[in-house]
């Protein structure tokens, strides 16, 4: 089979290699759709793993073959969505209800950016019949969207922003419209803010015209938000995010800062205006479920998410468009035959 390896920094390399093994209780998936996550681009930038190796962990395929085991209420040729994080259920991080740090979690190369790829079944979740297998593949990160939100405080009519309107801002946006809130984004691009209003937020801040801060207060009465959440990798859209919020808000830093950096922040912001500064990372077993059963019914929208589709031959371009923000969301369609449009 074709796989794609990553033997260092932007050194990723289409390549002939054999099968995954099947230990027991695993299933073959053949994979139909991989969604090029930002944490993707990082390992492609800086390959922080030993090489070689097959990124990619938003996957969606056909359960072709299984080895010994249970497999449940899924059969050999169903349309399946990986949940690539097995988590025991009975360490401190589960049984305090944060398994998204679970300690004894199994540990398996999802590796999604390939023809094929190996899964524990107990992970794999029955694809909807009127799912796109691109849309199941947006079942990982609205996971951690859901998970974020799980810290924040909103209430219907409430304000709501969101700084960084990519796909996963447009996610948040999404969510937070659902619960009721009237959602202001935040990007430095016309083309996603318009793809925003298209999917009914309510007010779009051009960030390279405009003072953000100041739009926000504007927009809001003077008050601020009650919540933002920090979806690009930035300080300094924390920074303005820290004072885009009313007091008794909340701020939500879901992107990660690459390289780490300080950030510069006086306390007291914090404390005479009861503001609540949390962070997100991962999701559970019952956002990845709640994630799918979202996407199922239409009431989170992800195929206005998908700008590009790439066969596996071309996956170093859908790494460039992602990286240089070329429309939104790059899917690699292992099984596409190289050239089709």
């Known amino acids: 089979?074709?796989?794609?390896?990553?033997?260092?920094?932007?050194?990723?390399?289409?390549?002939?290699?054999?099968?995954?093994?099947?230990?027991?209780?695993?299933?073959?998936?053949?994979?139909?759709?991989?969604?090029?996550?930002?944490?993707?681009?990082?390992?492609?930038?800086?390959?922080?793993?030993?090489?070689?190796?097959?990124?990619?962990?938003?996957?969606?395929?056909?359960?072709?073959?299984?080895?010994?085991?249970?497999?449940?209420?899924?059969?050999?040729?169903?349309?399946?969505?990986?949940?690539w994080r097995q988590v025991c259920g009975r360490c401190f991080y589960c049984l305090a209800g944060n398994p998204n740090f679970c300690e004894q979690r199994e540990e398996f190369p999802i590796a999604g950016f390939a023809e094929y790829s190996a899964a524990p079944l107990a992970v794999l979740h029955k694809l909807p019949p009127p799912l796109s297998f691109e849309q199941g593949s947006f079942c990982e990160p609205l996971a951690c969207v859901l998970n974020a939100h799980r810290a924040m405080r909103l209430w219907p009519g409430q304000d709501f922003v969101v700084l960084g309107a990519g796909p996963i801002g447009l996610l948040h946006a999404q969510v937070a419209l659902r619960?009721?809130?009237?959602?202001?984004?935040?990007?430095?691009?016309?083309?996603?803010?318009?793809?925003?209003?298209?999917?009914?937020?309510?007010?779009?801040?051009?960030?390279?015209?405009?003072?953000?801060?100041?739009?926000?207060?504007?927009?809001?009465?003077?008050?601020?938000?009650?919540?933002?959440?920090?979806?690009?990798g930035s300080t300094q859209a924390l920074t303005e995010a820290m004072a885009m919020v009313r007091k008794g808000g909340v701020v939500n830093v879901f992107a990660g800062i690459y390289p780490s950096a300080e950030l510069r922040l006086d306390p007291n912001i914090i404390h005479y205006g009861e503001i609540s500064l949390t962070g997100s990372h991962d999701y559970g077993p019952a956002e990845f479920a709640s994630a799918l059963r979202l996407i199922e019914h239409g009431i989170i929208a992800v195929a206005p998410l998908v700008s590009h589709r790439f066969p596996l031959n071309e996956i170093v371009h859908a790494f460039t468009a992602t990286s240089e923000q070329h429309g939104l969301k790059s899917i690699i369609q292992p099984q596409m035959a190289e050239g089709t449009p």
Not at 185 to 214: C, M, N, P, W, Y
Not at 226 to 232: L, N, R
Request: charged content about 25%; some cysteine.
């Open 1 to 83: 089979m074709k796989a794609a390896r990553l033997y260092g920094a932007r050194d990723l390399r289409v390549e002939e290699v054999v099968e995954p093994d099947l230990p027991d209780g695993y299933g073959l998936i053949r994979v139909e759709a991989c969604g090029v996550c930002p944490s993707d681009i990082r390992s492609f930038d800086r390959a922080s793993n030993k090489p070689p190796w097959t990124p990619g962990h938003e996957v969606s395929g056909v359960l072709v073959r299984a080895a010994s085991g249970q497999l449940g209420d899924i059969d050999i040729g169903e349309r399946v969505v990986v949940d």
């Open 179 to 232: 619960r009721g809130a009237r959602v202001i984004a935040v990007d430095l691009l016309q083309a996603r803010l318009s793809i925003a209003h298209e999917l009914g937020v309510h007010d779009v801040i051009d960030a390279s015209k405009a003072d953000t801060v100041a739009q926000v207060r504007d927009l809001t009465g003077g008050y601020g938000a009650s919540a933002a959440v920090v979806a690009v």
